[in-house]
């Protein structure tokens, strides 16, 4: 249950929440699904990992190329789930999304391990894969063509910021009747939010 007053601000309770799961979920506490959506509408959703998160948004990590990739460059509304399953919470994002600079995703790029530098060399994500030994090779291929060198990051690998103008929390209660909060953008504003309930 929400027991103290909300936050005016969403992140500081997005903040407080993110903390209370990576205390307790063994795994991936900052995992969230991101959904995205064609020019058209239809829309696809998968699983990325949070890695950076402040005043400006959320910020995650993939192949421009992917599935994920082309949607977004096509129509930069998308929107992230979060749901911690032994807290029984969920939240809700949406926004728009803008490529992070290429200082920044050179630098969360840097801090990979090496084997995982070299698979975003070697993945052409979400195309179609003729046999794993064809992946084992390319992977092969690169690090040999990198050799002791440094990985440098790949043109097509980058981070994408949500910035959101819509937060919705979720706190399960007893015969469904859950709490709703939501915080809405204030037009024109980069501060201000709009806070209301909703029916669960
Ligand atoms: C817990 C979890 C975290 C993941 N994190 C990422 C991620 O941060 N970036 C990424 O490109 N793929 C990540 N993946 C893989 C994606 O879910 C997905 O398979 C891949 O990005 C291709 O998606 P697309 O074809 O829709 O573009 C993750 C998968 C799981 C299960
Ligand atoms: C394909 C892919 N890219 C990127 C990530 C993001 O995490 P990391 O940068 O820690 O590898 C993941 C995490 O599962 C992933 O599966």
């Not at 992230?80 to 939240?91: A, E, M, N, P």
């Not at 840097?110 to 698979?119: K, L, T």
């Given at each position: 249950m929400m027991t103290q007053a909300q936050p005016d601000d969403p992140f500081v309770l997005f903040s407080r929440w993110l903390a209370e799961a990576e205390a307790g979920e063994?795994?991936?506490?900052?995992a969230m699904a991101l959904a995205t959506a064609r020019a058209d509408g239809s829309p696809s959703v998968r699983m990325v990992l949070l890695k950076d998160v402040s005043d400006e948004g959320f910020v995650f990590y993939t192949n421009a190329e992917s599935r994920k990739g082309e949607e977004l460059t096509a129509n930069p509304q998308a929107a992230l789930l979060f749901h911690w399953k032994s807290l029984r919470r969920q939240i809700r994002i949406e926004g728009r999304v803008h490529p992070v600079k290429g200082a920044e995703a050179d630098r969360y790029f840097a801090s990979r391990g090496r084997g995982s530098q070299i698979g975003a060399w070697a993945s052409l994500q979400s195309r179609p894969l003729p046999s794993r030994e064809e992946l084992e090779r390319r992977t092969a291929d690169f690090d040999k063509d990198f050799g002791g060198n440094a990985v440098p990051r790949p043109p097509h690998w980058y981070g994408w910021r949500l910035v959101p103008d819509a937060f919705e929390f979720w706190v399960d209660r007893r015969d469904r009747l859950h709490e709703r909060y939501t915080y809405r953008r204030k037009s024109g504003s980069d501060e201000a939010w709009t806070q209301g309930m909703l029916y669960p």
């Amino acid at each position: 249950m929400m027991t103290q007053a909300q936050p005016d601000d969403p992140f500081v309770l997005f903040s407080r929440w993110l903390a209370e799961a990576e205390a307790g979920e063994p795994h991936d506490a900052n995992a969230m699904a991101l959904a995205t959506a064609r020019a058209d509408g239809s829309p696809s959703v998968r699983m990325v990992l949070l890695k950076d998160v402040s005043d400006e948004g959320f910020v995650f990590y993939t192949n421009a190329e992917s599935r994920k990739g082309e949607e977004l460059t096509a129509n930069p509304q998308a929107a992230l789930l979060f749901h911690w399953k032994s807290l029984r919470r969920q939240i809700r994002i949406e926004g728009r999304v803008h490529p992070v600079k290429g200082a920044e995703a050179d630098r969360y790029f840097a801090s990979r391990g090496r084997g995982s530098q070299i698979g975003a060399w070697a993945s052409l994500q979400s195309r179609p894969l003729p046999s794993r030994e064809e992946l084992e090779r390319r992977t092969a291929d690169f690090d040999k063509d990198f050799g002791g060198n440094a990985v440098p990051r790949p043109p097509h690998w980058y981070g994408w910021r949500l910035v959101p103008d819509a937060f919705e929390f979720w706190v399960d209660r007893r015969d469904r009747l859950h709490e709703r909060y939501t915080y809405r953008r204030k037009s024109g504003s980069d501060e201000a939010w709009t806070q209301g309930m909703l029916y669960p």
